[in-house]
């Protein structure tokens, strides 16, 4: 019996695009971290952990966008698939947005901190929202769920609420140690621009 492989574009755009986010991230991310010959700091176990978590989370959703899928809506989950798609290439569009206009500026979430040498950025996606990659993420995980046909576009929401605390910590530390970041925060919105 031969083996017919069958290839769909729609799966093939999902894992494009978490490829092209990671690589996006990891190219800039070796640009702005360690000058030559610098030794890099142990990090500590909340940290490695984070990390790990991450790591981990990635490789799940990776892998099931090339397996079958996981808690099926229904079969008829193909009206979700052009609306799960959209949100995620907005998502991925808006992350990406905000990773290049951040520049320098960015920080792994598990480094969250205020680098020395951190300015207050104010252009682009960041002059209407404070976290444009987390919104895109979230997006472009609710979106990968969709066009997935999976109910686990509801963990979505969970994670929302662990982003939502994450953002208010690093409000916080900005806030304290970064001048002009508090008038900012009164001139803009957390997620949604005018809304949230």
Known sequence: MPFNLVIDPVRVLLLAGLVFHKALWEVMKKRTTLAPGAAKAKQPLPQL???FIKIAILLGIAVQTVTPTIFPIADQSELLRPVGVAIYLFGLAVAVMGRLHLGDNWLDIEAAGVKREQNTVAHGIYAY???????????????????LGSWLFLGVFVLALAVLRQAVVEERKL???LPGYASYCQRTRRFIPFVV
């Open 175 to 177: 806030m304290e140690s």
């Open 49 to 51: 952990l984070t990390k």
């Open 129 to 147: 929202i404070r976290h444009p990659i987390y919104t895109g993420d979230l997006f472009l995980l609710l979106g990968l769920e969709l066009a």
